[in-house]
């Protein structure tokens, strides 16, 4: 069970996922010229491209927006963190993701999150949800992060997913089993979604928490660092 202080720095990181770049891509000059320098001008350029969805999403509806980015991120290459960060496992925040020119599937579930979040739809209507997905050309089970959408509170999800390039409703994605799932107004287990129960501490705690702050170190017009 989580112990208090974690759970308040939760509360925390979760209320400021709900305002950090949700209304903004957070991109200022002094985090452009970085990424150009560490990364290179193609680097920039991805950067500038994401930034341009906005304008590209400003007449569509929410449909329309989950295919747009869909399409944007998964062009990206899926890369292990232990190859792409040097770490066992690293959430990237989109500016990462897009710098680096590839991550794993958490790194694509969180940027597909913050990017629609950023184009206007409802953070209660997406939850990054960690999934079992069971390979069935090898015949194995392995974590998996996605994201789903939700219409409505009760309707049955669109689930976008790096691995594959379709948006596909849940009832089509049988090789996935749901865990859990968050936003940035809780976490919850897969079975109590609709009564909202909030999760316990999970490892996942840490790496939300971190990735948190380096958005927001991001956003800051005098951004000190960038991986």
Not at 177 to 190: M, Q, R
Not at 195 to 210: K, N, V
């Amino acid at each position: 069970m989580a112990n208090l202080p974690w759970r308040a720095a939760l509360l925390a990181a979760l209320f400021c996922a709900s305002l950090v770049l949700a209304d903004s891509f957070g991109l200022n000059q002094k985090l452009l010229g970085m990424v150009a320098e560490q990364y290179g001008p193609t680097a920039k350029q991805r950067l500038l491209q994401w930034e341009g969805l906005g304008a590209q999403a400003a007449a569509l509806d929410d449909p329309a927006k989950l295919a747009l980015v869909n399409t944007f991120f998964n062009r990206l290459p899926n890369l292990e963190d232990i190859d792409h960060w040097g770490r066992n496992d690293y959430w990237a925040t989109p500016v990462e993701l897009l710098a680096s020119n590839g991550g794993d599937c958490e790194d694509f579930a969180v940027a597909k999150y913050f990017t629609l979040r950023y184009l206007g739809i409802a953070p209660e209507r997406l939850r990054i949800t960690y999934v079992k997905a069971f390979l069935r050309a090898r015949g194995l089970i392995q974590p998996h992060m996605v994201l789903a959408y939700y219409a409505t509170p009760d309707a049955e999800p669109l689930i976008l997913d790096n691995a594959i390039p379709e948006i596909r409703p849940a009832a089509a994605r049988g090789d996935l089993v749901p865990v859990y799932s968050f936003n940035g107004d809780g976490l919850w287990l897969a079975r109590e979604r609709n009564r909202g129960r909030p999760l316990e501490d999970s490892g996942s705690t840490r790496l939300w928490l971190d990735l948190m702050q380096r958005m927001q170190q991001e956003a800051a017009p005098g951004v000190t660092g960038l991986r």
